[in-house]
Structure formats: C-alpha cells, structure tokens
C-alpha cells in the first residue's frame, strides 16, 4: 500500500486546500483503480514523482507498506521501479536513437518479461509493424504506445500512468485503458491514471481529486 | 538488447576518444617512469655490488683515524672488545671480525730462474688473517692445515698493477698476468721465537677491498704460537659484514665515530649510491606527477562521458537500473585500458632491463638476469590504486547522473 501522511509538496507549501489529498492523506491499495483529477499545475505530475522517489522535497510521510520512504537508497528505488512500480510517464521517457522494439527489450531483459507476451501487447495496440523503426521517426500517439508496453513489459504491484492517452484518439485510448485494466487485474496491481476526463473514465476507476 | 550492451552505446556516442588516448599513454609513461626508475637504480646498483673478488661481497674494513697522537706513542687506534661489540650492534652490520698480524718475522724469496718470467727477489714482509666467514674459503684452495707445506696467500690487485705498471716497465721487465703469478709459488721463510720454517707461498687469488696480505688463520694462529715473540693485543682493523656495504647512512656513521673505511672504491661507490638514490627520488617524484595527471584526465574524461549521458543514464535508471549496474560496464571498459597502460608499462621496463644488461655486459659487467622485483612490485601496487581510484571516480560521477 502506498501512503501519504500530511505530505506536502515543497511547491505547494501553504498553497492546498483542506479537503486535498495533501492535507487529507490517501492511500493507494494494489487491485484498486484510480483516476487523478486536478486543474493545471496543481501537482498531478508532483504526485507521480513522489510516488516513484523521484522527488523527495515534501514534508509529511510517505509510506510503502507501513515503511518510511525517507530510508531508501538508490538502489531501493530501483528495486521498486523494476519489480512493483510500473510507470508510463508524461514525456514517454524512450531512446529516441533506437528503435521501439530495442527500448522495449531494454526493460524486458532487465525484468525477465517474456518478448512473446510484450509483441502480443504491441500487436493489440496496432504497433507491432512499427516495432523496427527508431522511437525518433515515429509519431507521438505511436510512441506513446510503445512506452505502454514497455511499461507493462514488467511484473507490478502499481501501475503509475501520467497522462498516457494525451496523443491518442479516442478508440486507440480504448484500446490503452483496457490493456492496461487487463494487464493490472491478472497481476492483482492497482492503476493510477491522470489526464482523463470524467466523463471518459470507465466507471471501475474511483475519483481521487487533488 | 542487453542493458551493458546498451550502456557502452550510449557512452560511445559521447566523448572525445583521441583525449582519452592521450591520458591513457600519459598513465603508461608515468608507469613506465616508476618502474623504469627502480629497474635502472636496482641495475646499477646490483653491477656496484657484484664486483669479482674472493672476498665476499658484503663486507668492509674500518681503522681508525691515524692522528699525531698514536703516531707520537707509536700505537695505532685499536679496537677494543667493548668497541668491537657496539660496532657490531649497529644497523645494518651482520658480524665483526678482528684483523690478525704476525708476531713473527717472514722474509718471501722469489729465486731467479726459479721462473722464466721472474726476477730474482728477496723481501721482508707482513703477513694478516681475517676469519674465515669473510673469505669464500671454497673457492681457489684456501685453507691451511698443520703439516702443510703450500700456504695461500691473497694480495691486493693493486701490488701486481705496482709490479707491472710501475717497476716491470721501467726497468723492461716482462709483464705478469693474473693468471701466471696464481701459477708461481716462491719460498716463504718464518721464524722468531728461536726457530725457524720454510714454507712454499702461493697467490690464491687478488682483491681490491684490502690493502694487506692475507693467509689462512689457521696458519697465522700456529705460526704465531710456534714462532711468535710477545703477545697480540687489540687489533688495528676490523672486517665487517654488511647488508649494503655502499649504503650512504653507513658511510656517514661511520665517519662520524671517526673510523675511516679502507679501499677508495667502497667510499666512491657510496656517493655514487647517494646520487643514484638522489636521481632516483627526482624520476620518482616525476613519475609520480605524471601519474597524478593522467590519473586527472582519465577520471575527467569519464565523468565527461558520464555527464554527457546523464539523461540517458537518469532514464535507465528510471526504468530500474542499480546505479551499481549502470556504471559496472563503464567501470570495466576503464578498468581494462588501464590494464593496457600497465602492460605497455611492464613491456617498457622489460625492455629497458634487457637492453641495460645487453649494455652492461659489453663494458665488462656482470649483471642480473631477471629484472628487479622492487620495480615489479612498484607497478603491482600503483596499478591496483589507480584503479580504484578510478572506480571510485566513476561510481561517483553515475550516483550523481542518476539522481539527477
């Protein structure tokens, strides 16, 4: 389980509202499904980093498990992105000097993930053709997909997902929010999404408002 | 694609490989300059102390001063038991042996025609002996046992470079080499005490380390019981065994207690030793510096690197890479090119011993056949340290790439 205690980010200090995940606290259990809404720069992205450790400048407590965050090491946090924490992040994150299959196999050799089930995925999101190609000549929406399965290409407990249909049309987001539902039911693994709107959030994901 | 393969590609693409080269040859040089310098000193000084001589090659003879005073009672400096002892307590010193004289008279007869090559000649002279640990009494015959009529003899080099050099030219005499005088024997007559003996002297070998003439102490001790007028007291000289006998520290002590150290050779190949050691420290210190700054470039040319590829690195880490695995590859690849320096260190020296023993051994000297451990041992301890310095350096440069 992942736990906020009174956990404030440097950047809001003094700037968050009393019925705000911030002052409230909030828990993120695996199985469960969870969509982040917030306006603009009210910290949806600030949250994903902390959940991932890559930021640490907040006051208040952060808890994996029952677990201070605030002990980890470098080597902790790794451990944790390989084994438990999924993420698909806000700007993909790939080598845009290789291509889409070679950014993909770099994280299913560091986790043992089989390439048979990663292609399988890549063929369900109409990418299989482009897997060749280097990540810098395919478009956003295209490459956006390919850092979904790559993020799915791992064994997780949370599936952390920052806006990841925003270069997507409507039927290929389908396809992205279902694989991802998929992939987190047969591993029991929570999903954390932001960037969609209500109204287009199916209805097993439970509101959390920052 | 394998996240090590993967690493080193990213890494490839960063960096200016011709920098790289050029700290890697600094290392090398500077490595070469560490184990050259102590292969050369070692050399050197192995050839100082390897010099032929019957006598061993450790060892020294000291007096003390002559000054006015013992000229005026007519008494040289000798060296009691209580000096003898303290002597042999000082570093460096392994044992301490007194110098025995005769107390007899000995009159040496070469009779002409007795061979060719010789004149006719008579002399009074003196005769000593040393222990027999401070002779290689194996070699050349040495040893006396009563009953013996042939009685070896050492004498210093320099009276046959007198003979033939001096006298045989200037009165147009033939010149003797080594090896024909070892093959004279000439009359050697003792007595005093009442009674007299005729012995048969032979020339068992040469030294230029003392400037006195040697028998067995076997045959000195009987001849001075036999023959002998009054009794030994202290001795004059004293033959020490030393780990360095060129060892600058000794020289110094010894000039200090106001002892001279006989043979002109030994105190010059004491300087010699201190200038040595002196260009040595100079090469080092050099060597060092060297190391130091190529040490500098190399380090910087992989934090270079590093940081050239910190975004990379940062999302590789991201995506669950140990900070540990990521800088593994780039650790090894460094690791691997100082390995080359140090070899190309190590063939340089090799060479260099080679080459200073191809040298040496055409001027006459005798040399070592294997190269100096200490040179070797230099080189197995600098090359692990830059190592891990280097290690350190890398680790460090990914930590901080990795946290952004």
Redesign the interface.
């Known amino acids: 389980m992942l736990t906020f205690e009174r956990l404030v980010p440097a950047p809001l200090e003094g700037n968050t509202d009393s019925d705000s995940i911030w002052q409230k606290g909030v828990s993120f259990t695996p199985g469960n499904l969870y969509s982040v809404y917030a306006p603009s720069g009210k910290g949806k992205s600030t949250l994903m980093h902390i959940l991932?450790g890559?930021r640490r400048d907040f006051s208040g407590v952060y808890t994996i498990d029952g677990k201070d965050t605030a002990a980890y090491t470098?080597?902790d946090w790794?451990?944790l992105?390989?084994?438990r924490i999924a993420?698909v992040?806000q700007d993909l994150?790939l080598?845009p000097?290789?291509s889409a299959a070679?950014n993909i196999?770099?994280?299913a050799?560091?986790?043992g993930f089989s390439s048979a089930r990663w292609k399988a995925m890549a063929e369900r999101l109409a990418i299989a053709h482009l897997l060749e190609r280097p990540c810098r000549h395919l478009s956003m929406g295209q490459q956006q997909r390919v850092a979904i399965v790559?993020a799915l290409s791992?064994p997780f407990q949370y599936l952390l997902m920052d806006e990841p249909v925003s270069h997507l049309d409507r039927e290929n987001a389908r396809l992205v929010i279902d694989l991802a539902m998929e992939e987190a039911a047969t591993q029991g693994a929570a999903v954390l999404l932001t960037g969609l709107n209500v109204q287009d959030t199916p209805s097993e994901f439970q509101p959390v408002q920052i | 694609m394998k996240t090590e393969q993967f690493v080193l590609k990213v890494l490839a693409q960063s960096g200016k490989r011709r920098s790289l080269w050029l700290a890697l040859a600094g290392a090398a040089a500077g490595l070469f300059l560490l184990s050259g310098a102590m292969q050369t000193t070692a050399t050197f000084r192995s050839v100082m102390n390897r010099q032929k001589d019957l006598l061993g090659g450790d060892f020294l003879v000291i007096n003390k001063k002559v000054s006015l005073l013992n000229t005026l009672s007519g008494r040289p400096g000798s060296f009691d038991d209580a000096e003898q002892k303290e002597i042999g307590k000082w570093p460096g010193i392994g044992a301490v042996g007194a110098f025995s004289g005769n107390r007899f008279k000995v009159r040496a007869s070469f009779r002409a025609g007795m061979q060719a090559s010789m004149p006719g000649l008579s002399t009074d002279m003196f005769l000593e002996a040393v222990p027999n640990d401070f002779i290689d009494t194996d070699k050349e015959g040495w040893g006396w046992e009563e009953g013996d009529d042939e009685i070896p003899l050492i004498i210093p080099a320099d009276y046959l470079k007198l003979y033939n050099f001096g006298f045989a030219q200037g009165q147009g005499l033939p010149l003797v080499p080594e090896s024909v005088l070892q093959s004279v024997s000439f009359d050697l007559a003792v007595y005093g005490n009442g009674k007299s003996a005729s012995f048969r002297g032979r020339i068992a070998g040469f030294t230029n380390r003392i400037q006195s003439v040697l028998v067995p102490q076997e045959f000195m001790d009987y001849a001075n019981a036999q023959f002998g007028e009054g009794t030994g007291g202290n001795p004059g000289r004293l033959i020490l065994r030393a780990d360095d006998p060129s060892d600058p520290a000794l020289t110094q002590r010894f000039t200090a207690a106001g002892y001279e150290m006989a043979g002109g050779d030994r105190l010059r190949t004491s300087r010699i030793n201190s200038l040595l050691l002196l260009m040595m420290g100079a090469v080092l210190s050099l060597a060092l510096l060297m190391i130091v700054l190529a040490l500098l470039g190399i380090v910087q040319f992989a934090q270079i690197l590093v940081y050239r590829s910190a975004r990379d690195l940062q999302v590789l880490y991201l995506l669950g890479c140990t900070p540990a695995q990521l800088a593994a590859p780039l650790k090894r690849r460094f690791t691997a090119q100082l390995g080359l320096a140090a070899g190309v260190a190590l063939g340089l020296t090799l060479a260099l011993h080679l080459l200073l023993n191809i040298g040496l051994q055409q001027k006459g000297f005798e040399t070592q056949a294997l190269p100096s451990w200490e040179a070797f041992g230099l080189l197995a301890l600098a090359v692990p340290l830059l190592g891990i310095l280097l290690r350190r350096a890398i680790s460090q440069a990914v930590k901080e790439a990795c946290s952004g």
Request: hydrophobic fraction near 30%; aromatic fraction near 8%; avoid cysteine.
């Open positions: 991932l890559i470098p080597d790794a451990g992105r390989r084994d993420t992040y994150k080598f000097q290789i070679e196999e770099l994280k050799s560091l986790t790559r791992q």
